[in-house]
C-alpha cells in the first residue's frame, strides 16, 4: 500500500505540517487517516476500533497543542495509532506489532512524542501529573494532558491520581476522558451509569453548548466562569460533580469527532491555570460501520476485508485455549452451584461470555480492577463460594499483594486462571506474561499449574474446584495442541504429581506447560538421531513433584528444562536447587527467558530468538548427549 491515493496523507510528517492546515483540511486529513488506518490494520492486524474513535481527538491535540514540548500522555495505546501516523510515523506504521518493527503502544525509546509509555491501563493521570508537578518545579511553560479512555477510568489507580492531583491546584493538568462507554467489550459499574447521566443530561448539554459558543469568542466571560466554580453545573445535574468533588474543573460532554469544537474548546482549556477535565464523548470503532456495529469483536479483529468487512479467520483447528477455559467453565457451573466468574473487564478476552450468556448471574465483570477483582473473589470463596477468577498473566502483575494477602495466607478457595501466560506475541514486552511462575511460586499455600494441551486445562480447572485451596492455572493465548477435550470426562489430578511422557536413558527433558509440546517433537527428533530422551512433564510449578526429581537424579547425569517464563526465579533454576540440595552430581541446562525485555513479534520468531523453540530444544538435548554433555 502506498499514500499516492491521498491528497493530505503524505504531506504530513509532523504536528509542525499538521498546524500549517486550516480546520477544513484538517477535516480531510482526518477522513485520510481514518481510512489509512483501516487499510494498514486490515492486513496488518492491530487494535482497530478504539484508535479509530480517537483519530479527531488524536488530530486537534496536536493540531492546538506544542507538542513534543507539550506532553500528551496516552492512556493504554489502543488509542494511538493516529498519534503514531501523525507524528512521524506513517510509513513505519506498516511493521507495527512486527519483528523489528514499531510497537502497537507508545513507547518513550520509540519517539520524542510518546511522552509515557502506555500498555496497561489507568496510568495516564498518575504520570501526567508527576510530569506537570517537574514542569512546575523547574519553572517550565510546557502543557501536560493526560488521555484516559476505553474503561480505563474504572482503574483504582486513575482515581489516585485524581486524588492526588486535585490536591495541587496551581499545577497545570488537563485530563481528557474519552468516553466511549467500552473497555474491550461493554463498559460496566456505577461509574459507567453516572457518565452516561452526564452525558445525555437535556439541560446541561443545551447549556453547555450555548456557554461555549459564547465564550471561545469573549475571553472575559471565560474568567468570570472559572471563578463561578462549579455551582451551575451542580444546579443542572442535580447532584454534585464527581470530578468537581475532586477539584477538577469539569467541562463538557463535548462531541469526539466534532474537530471545530474540539479545536475551539481545547484551545479555550489551553491557557487555563490549574487541575482540569473534559469530558469528550467518541464513538469506538467511527466511521468503519463493522466496527461501530461489532465493537467488542473489533477492537482487535485480526485481518479482514476492508471493503465488506468480512473477518479471515486464522489457520488452524485447535480450539482456542481461551474457549477451553470457557466452556469448561460453564460446565464445572453447571455441576456445582458455588462456582461463580469474576474478570476484570477481560469477558470476551478470556472466554467468560460463555458464563455470562448462559449463566449470568454467576458471572461478574468488575471493570478494570484487578486487584478488586482478586480481593472480591477472596469475598466470595469466605463466604463460601468457589470463584474462578480470569485475569491475564500480564494484568495479575497489578494484583500481587491482593493474592498473597486476601488469598494465600487464607487459604480461600479462589481459583486464579491465567490466560495469556508465556510470551503473547505481537502486544509485545508491556502484555508478555513472563514473571508469573517465578512470582507466584514463592507465594507459600499456593498451587500453581500449567496444562501441556486443552484437556490438561479442562482437568486442572476440575482439580481446582475439588481441591479447597487457592489454585492458580496459568496457560497461552492461542489455539491449543488438538488433544480431544469436548465431552470427555473430567479426571482429577493429584496435586503436584507430573508424569512421564516418553521412556528414555540418555537424557532427561523437563518440561512445564504447553512448551511440552514443542519438546515432545523435539525428543522425537533426537531419537531418530540416536539420542534416547525420557520426557517429564512436571505439570506443577508449586508444588514441585519431588518423588519424579529424586528419581530423575538418581537416574540421570545430563537434564534439560523448558519454561515459557523468567529463568530468573523459575521452574528450571527450581529443579536445579532441588538436585543440587540432594547431593545430585546432574549437569541441568535451562531454557526459558533471559534477564531481558522481550520486544514483539510472532510467538514463533519469539521462542526462537529466546531460545527455546523445537530447534533449540533439540539443540540442547544433543548438546546434553555429547560425551562430556558440556
Known sequence: MTTDGYRLLGKIDSPRDLKRLTQEELRSYCDELRHYIIEECSVRPGHLASSLGAVELAAA??????????????????????????TGRREAFRTKRQLGGISGFPRMAESEYDAFGGGHASVSISAAFGMAKAA??????????????????????????????????????????????????????????????ISTSVHYNRFKQRLWGVLSHTPRLLRLCQKAGNAVKQGLLNNSNLFESLNFRYFGPVDGHNLSELVRTLRALRDMRGPKLLHVMTVKGKGYLPAERNQPAWHAPGRFNPDTGERIASKGSAARYQDVFGQTLVELARLDERVVGVTPAMTSGCSMNLLQETLPGRCFDVGIAEGHAVTFSAGLAAAGMVPFCNIY????????????????????????????????GEDGVTHHGVFDLAAFAAVPGLTVAAPMD??????????????????????????????????????????????????????????????????????????REGLSVAHYDLRFAKPLDEELLHAVGRRFRHAVTVEDGCLRGGVGEAAAAFFNQHGYRIAVRRLGIGDRWVEHGTPAELHAACGYDEEAILAALLASGEPDGR
Request: aromatic share 6%; hydrophobic share 40%.
Open 61 to 86: 491535540l496536536h493540531y492546538v497543542f506544542d507538542t513534543p514540548d507539550d506532553r500528551i500522555v496516552w492512556d493504554v495505546g489502543h488509542q494511538t495509532y493516529a498519534h503514531k501516523i501523525i
Open 393 to 424: 498473566s500480564t494484568f495479575m502483575q497489578r494484583a500481587y499483594d491482593n493474592v498473597i494477602h486476601d488469598v494465600a495466607i487464607q487459604q480461600l478457595p479462589v481459583v486464579l486462571c491465567l490466560d495469556r501466560a508465556g510470551l503473547v
Open 454 to 527: 486443552e484437556r490438561e486445562l479442562r482437568n486442572m480447572m476440575y482439580s481446582a474446584l475439588r481441591s479447597g485451596c487457592p489454585y492458580m492455572i496459568r496457560y497461552p493465548r492461542g489455539n491449543g495442541a488438538g488433544a480431544a477435550w469436548r465431552n470427555e470426562p473430567f479426571e482429577e489430578l493429584p496435586r503436584g504429581r507430573g508424569r512421564m511422557l516418553r521412556e528414555g536413558e540418555d537424557v532427561a527433558l523437563l518440561t512445564i506447560g504447553t512448551t511440552g509440546n514443542e519438546a515432545a517433537r523435539a525428543a522425537a527428533r533426537a531419537a
Open 136 to 197: 512546575e518545579l523547574r519553572g517550565e511553560k510546557r502543557q501536560i494532558v493526560a488521555v484516559i479512555g476505553d474503561g480505563s477510568m474504572t482503574g483504582g489507580l486513575a482515581f489516585e491520581g485524581l486524588n492526588n492531583a486535585g490536591a495541587s491546584k496551581a499545577t497545570n493538568l488537563l485530563v481528557i476522558l474519552n468516553d466511549n462507554n467500552m473497555a474491550i467489550d461493554q463498559a460496566t459499574g456505577a461509574l459507567k451509569n453516572y457518565l452516561l447521566k
